[in-house]
């Protein structure tokens, strides 16, 4: 079977970003069916494709996967009203190629939201299966955080959100509320599958060497943040966390942050103006060097800024990238994240906006070495049993692929 596969974000495991479009698309070439991947060029991705740029745009393949890349590249530190016309040049440029290209499934993946429309053009005109996966609630997160406030705009991506979900033969959402938003747009619950984010325990388990940024001794606990350095993330409760740690003199616990984001020179620039000695920032790293980033640290920081959409909206690749490797995971946020980590010892949750808890919870791991191995030693075990990459995409394309069918 000939799948047609949209991730604008799309990323091999020699990129810093996440992973799963090129871990399903691979599983499906294993599976004996031929992928199209179209896609962008993202900051901190890696398609895999190095030729020149001809036309706007390069083809190859990568691992068995015909990739078609636009020359359009993207940042999440870029401004609003340029990233806003990214997506929409990536959507107008794919709106051809879901036109006029051979295959059987059409499969788009967010974000952006505007993912969804050559998938919406190629069900109704070519009446195409078309399989959506949504990876956050738009415009739902973004109104929530305050980042769009345009009644206008916010009207229009509810349109799309609407037409999007109810065009697609059927849905995919990587989280309970994420599900939950779709029924409630109408689709029925027979045609949404919840197919989280998974764990790539295959790479995390491989043994490369592990390495700590210049600034942490290995008599230091590490606890490491992987991610976007921008509003949603949340990260001046990072700051906070060391502020009082700093406080209390615990120099030998060491925060490092590594990412890149649109906020990162303000949250440098304030470390700075409160001397953070126990504050690293990194730059990104590609996932094989994070393999050995991660041996080597304590604990994982899932965080997030403290917006209620985000408790049981959100699938972070980070999460499962920490149990993945082993380690035990601070959160500060309730949800269905924060329920795991409870039902199997995964870590500590803490409540939000609250940077004493969040410090109690860093000084807890670092002082009960013993109990953090056993809670590193749960992740790792639901990691295998759960959320193993594996088994998910086998899930992913038996829903994606029983599209035809229906």
Same mark, same amino acid.
């Given at each position: 079977?000939?799948?047609?596969?949209?991730?604008?974000?799309?990323?091999?495991?020699?990129?810093?970003?996440?992973?799963?479009?090129?871990?399903?698309?691979?599983?499906?070439?294993?599976?004996?069916?031929?992928?199209?991947?179209?896609?962008?060029?993202?900051?901190?991705?890696?398609?895999?494709?190095?030729?020149?740029?001809?036309?706007?745009?390069?083809?190859?393949?990568?691992?068995?996967?015909?990739?078609?890349?636009?020359?359009?590249?993207?940042?999440?530190?870029?401004?609003?009203?340029?990233?806003?016309?990214?997506?929409?040049?990536?959507?107008?440029?794919?709106?051809?190629?879901?036109?006029?290209?051979?295959?059987?499934?059409?499969?788009?993946?967010?974000?952006?939201?505007?993912?969804?429309?050559?998938? /919406? !053009?190629?069900?109704?005109?070519?009446?195409?299966?078309?399989?959506?996966? $949504?990876? =956050?609630?738009?415009? +739902? &997160?973004? *109104?929530?955080?305050?980042?769009?406030?345009?009644?206008?705009?916010?009207?229009?991506?509810?349109?799309?959100?609407?037409?999007?979900?109810?065009?697609?033969?059927?849905?995919?959402?990587?989280?309970?509320?994420?599900?939950?938003?779709?029924?409630?747009?109408?689709?029925?619950?027979?045609?949404?599958?919840?197919?989280?984010?998974?764990?790539?325990?295959?790479?995390?388990?491989?043994?490369?060497?592990?390495?700590?940024?210049?600034?942490?001794?290995?008599?230091?606990?590490?606890? /490491? !943040?992987?991610?976007?350095?921008?509003?949603?993330?949340?990260?001046?409760? $990072?700051? =906070?966390?060391?502020? +009082? &740690?700093? *406080?209390?003199?615990?120099?030998?616990?060491?925060?490092?942050?590594?990412?890149?984001?649109?906020?990162?020179?303000?949250?440098?620039?304030?470390?700075?103006?409160?001397?953070?000695?126990?504050?690293?920032?990194?730059?990104?790293?590609?996932?094989?060097?994070?393999?050995?980033?991660?041996?080597?640290?304590?604990?994982?920081?899932?965080?997030?800024?403290?917006?209620?959409?985000?408790?049981?909206?959100?699938?972070?690749?980070?999460?499962?990238?920490?149990?993945?490797?082993?380690?035990?995971?601070?959160?500060?946020?309730?949800?269905?994240?924060?329920?795991?980590?409870?039902?199997?010892?995964?870590?500590?949750?803490?409540?939000?906006?609250?940077?004493?808890?969040?410090?109690?919870?860093?000084?807890?791991?670092?002082?009960?070495?013993?109990?953090?191995?056993?809670?590193?030693?749960?992740?790792?075990?639901?990691?295998?049993?759960?959320?193993?990459?594996?088994?998910?995409?086998?899930?992913?394309?038996?829903?994606?692929?029983?599209?035809?069918?229906?």
């Amino acid at each position: 079977m000939k799948v047609l596969y949209f991730h604008q974000h799309f990323s091999t495991p020699k990129g810093s970003s996440g992973i799963r479009s090129y871990q399903m698309a691979k599983k499906l070439v294993e599976e004996g069916h031929q992928v199209t991947m179209v896609c962008g060029s993202y900051g901190g991705g890696n398609t895999g494709l190095h030729s020149i740029f001809a036309n706007g745009k390069r083809v190859g393949n990568v691992d068995g996967i015909d990739v078609i890349e636009f020359d359009l590249a993207y940042s999440n530190i870029d401004g609003f009203l340029k990233r806003t016309a990214i997506f929409l040049k990536f959507a107008l440029k794919s709106i051809g190629i879901a036109l006029r290209h051979d295959y059987d499934v059409i499969f788009a993946t967010t974000t952006p939201l505007t993912a969804g429309i050559p998938g /919406i !053009f190629a069900r109704w005109l070519r009446r195409k299966p078309f399989v959506f996966e $949504v990876r =956050d609630l738009w415009p +739902e &997160l973004p *109104k929530a955080m305050g980042v769009i406030t345009n009644p206008l705009v916010l009207w229009g991506m509810s349109v799309l959100e609407w037409i999007s979900y109810r065009s697609a033969t059927r849905c995919i959402g990587l989280s309970p509320g994420i599900v939950d938003g779709i029924a409630a747009c109408g689709v029925k619950r027979d045609r949404i599958e919840m197919i989280p984010n998974g764990c790539d325990v295959d790479i995390f388990s491989q043994n490369e060497t592990p390495w700590r940024p210049n600034g942490v001794s290995e008599s230091d606990f590490l606890a /490491i !943040f992987t991610g976007t350095h921008g509003q949603a993330n949340g990260l001046d409760s $990072v700051l =906070d966390a060391a502020g +009082e &740690l700093e *406080k209390r003199g615990r120099n030998d616990i060491k925060i490092v942050l590594i990412g890149d984001g649109k906020l990162k020179p303000d949250l440098q620039y304030r470390a700075s103006e409160l001397n953070l000695s126990n504050l690293i920032f990194c730059d990104p790293v590609p996932k094989n060097q994070l393999v050995g980033l991660m041996a080597s640290a304590d604990v994982g920081l899932q965080v997030l800024a403290n917006v209620p959409a985000f408790y049981y909206g959100t699938s972070p690749n980070k999460f499962f990238d920490y149990i993945s490797a082993g380690l035990p995971v601070v959160n500060n946020y309730p949800g269905w994240l924060a329920n795991l980590i409870g039902k199997y010892d995964l870590g500590v949750a803490v409540e939000p906006d609250n940077k004493k808890a969040f410090a109690d919870a860093l000084e807890f791991c670092a002082d009960n070495r013993r109990a953090l191995a056993e809670k590193g030693q749960n992740a790792f075990a639901l990691a295998q049993t759960e959320f193993e990459r594996s088994k998910l995409s086998l899930q992913w394309c038996d829903w994606v692929l029983g599209a035809m069918r229906r």
